[in-house]
């Protein structure tokens, strides 16, 4: 590779994963910039066990390989490895020129990797049911039947994904015997009552974004933000691919829509992407172009939090935050008992049971508590991972404050959402319950010595 090539990246992903498509899309706008080449490879079942389960202890993608021929999992700590070695252009604005812009980019991509990601599987699995209508189960089995028979033609590829849901997702009778995603979606807290709560709320998000899309095409403004990734995970892969979701995507919300292949950076001509110019003729017929994107093509200055942006973050205090106080609360508390060893692991899985921990995150375990959705009370398992997650947003939220002037100015933007300034005390809250992640695993801290 000549020196001045750039560097290149392996990314084993599908595109009908949740994860893949926030990894996918950032990768191809750093690619944009010409500071980074990379490969989407399929990710199929064969490379799963022989490569990926190898290198990080667990199949679940996007993985990247890097350069030097390191794998890691898990998109969060993906856009961190790869923001270090590229800086360029940045997906958050700097603590010390943005304070607020940085904390609320955060703060957004915990809600949609976490908590949207509860609608977005509620979305694509309601609509597979044997007895859906309108159903999306045939999309859905060729899409997952690509991992199993990449090679074979399209009905028996068909035919594997089918195969595969019989198996593990026990599809025929998901309603009376769950197993797999559907029981997930059980043990995160979708049921009979909780079920139009959750689809209100999705509902309710996708009007906020919509309202927000109307004035401005990024979360900060006119350029792409690790907001917007985060976002992509739950819009592109499961509300704006599946096919009866995207029908309700596409003619209830058209700029959430536009939004997703804006950011998503391909095919995306009338959406007007990132990079992409509009062009007025001038004096003879000269093309003079423009930025396509609003707000110049840029972030919006002064670290402005736009009003539509608002209505969103009051979203993630209302619904999500009682859950991530609740859930730090829990998981303290099993660290700190006999039952649990210091440097132990500790379930780490976003969406089911971790195997092997059952008995702690379902029933009446100690890590499931009680919570409230649009009103609605359910029960849900406790997500250590979120836990993990929110120790990435104290360290963001502890520079934006040190920043000149950013103590008044976060302070004051929390203060305007109840149960906001809570927030603040978030090194406390994490005390008891600080994690460590190797590959796609998690362990508790060691005590002190």
């Known amino acids: 590779m000549p020196a001045d090539a750039p560097a290149r990246y392996r990314l084993f992903s599908w595109e009908h994963s949740y994860f893949s498509g926030k990894a996918r899309a950032y990768l191809r706008y750093k690619a944009q910039a010409g500071g980074l080449d990379y490969e989407d490879v399929l990710a199929?079942?064969?490379?799963?066990?022989?490569?990926?389960?190898?290198?990080?202890?667990?199949?679940?993608?996007?993985?990247?390989?890097?350069p030097d021929g390191r794998i890691i999992q898990d998109t969060s700590e993906i856009l961190d490895v790869v923001e270090a070695a590229h800086p360029d252009p940045p997906v958050a604005p700097t603590a010390a020129g943005g304070p607020r812009q940085r904390l609320v980019s955060y703060l957004i991509e915990l809600l949609a990797d976490e908590w949207m990601l509860v609608y977005a599987f509620w979305e694509r699995w309601l609509g597979s049911y044997d007895d859906a209508e309108p159903s999306h189960a045939a999309f859905n089995e060729q899409q997952w039947g690509v991992i199993f028979a990449p090679d074979a033609t399209g009905l028996e590829r068909r035919k594997a994904g089918r195969a595969f849901f019989e198996v593990a997702f026990n599809i025929a009778a998901a309603r009376s015997e769950p197993r797999g995603v559907y029981q997930g979606l059980v043990d995160l807290g979708v049921d009979a009552n909780t079920g139009p709560a959750w689809k209100a709320g999705n509902d309710r998000l996708l009007a906020a974004l919509e309202a927000h899309f109307s004035a401005h095409d990024f979360v900060l403004g006119g350029l792409p933000s690790l907001a917007d990734f985060g976002l992509l995970a739950p819009l592109y892969a499961h509300l704006f691919r599946d096919p009866v979701a995207s029908f309700d995507l596409c003619t209830r919300f058209p700029?959430?829509?536009?939004?997703?292949?804006?950011?998503?950076?391909?095919?995306?001509?009338?959406?007007?992407?990132?990079?992409?110019?509009?062009?007025?003729?001038?004096e003879g017929g000269r093309l003079v172009g423009r930025p396509a994107t609003s707000d110049g093509g840029a972030w919006?200055?002064?670290?402005e939090i736009?009003?539509?942006?608002?209505?969103?973050?009051?979203?993630?205090?209302?619904?999500?935050w009682p859950?991530?106080?609740?859930?730090?609360?829990?998981?303290?508390?099993?660290?700190?008992?006999?039952?649990?060893?210091?440097?132990?692991?500790i379930p780490g899985k976003s969406f089911t049971v971790t195997p092997g921990f059952d008995a702690l995150q379902q029933g009446d375990g100690v890590l499931c508590h009680d919570?409230?959705?649009?009103g609605v009370a359910g029960r849900r398992m406790v997500?250590?991972?979120?836990?993990?997650?929110?120790?990435?947003?104290?360290?963001?939220?502890?520079?934006?404050?040190?920043?000149p002037g950013g103590e008044d100015a976060?302070?004051?933007?929390?203060?305007?959402?109840?149960r906001g300034s809570e927030l603040l005390e978030l090194d406390a809250l994490l005390a008891g319950c600080k994690l460590r992640k190797e590959g796609g695993r998690l362990f508790s801290l060691e005590a002190a010595g």
């Open 410 to 418: 976060v302070t004051a933007l929390l203060s305007g959402f109840p």
């Open 306 to 320: 736009p009003d539509t942006l608002l209505p969103i973050l009051a979203i993630f205090f209302e619904e999500m």
């Open 44 to 66: 199929t079942q064969e490379l799963i066990m022989g490569l990926l389960m190898p290198a990080t202890g667990t199949g679940a993608v996007p993985q990247l390989q890097l």
């Open 371 to 374: 919570f409230t959705v649009g």
């Open 383 to 403: 997500v250590p991972y979120q836990v993990w997650m929110l120790q990435r947003v104290a360290t963001e939220l502890q520079a934006s404050r040190a920043a």
């Open 300 to 303: 919006l200055p002064g670290d």
């Open 255 to 282: 700029l959430v829509a536009e939004w997703v292949e804006r950011t998503n950076g391909t095919n995306a001509l009338n959406a007007r992407s990132y990079g992409q110019q509009l062009y007025s003729l001038g």
């Open 323 to 345: 859950v991530l106080v609740s859930s730090m609360e829990r998981l303290t508390a099993h660290i700190a008992s006999d039952a649990h060893t210091p440097g132990g692991e």
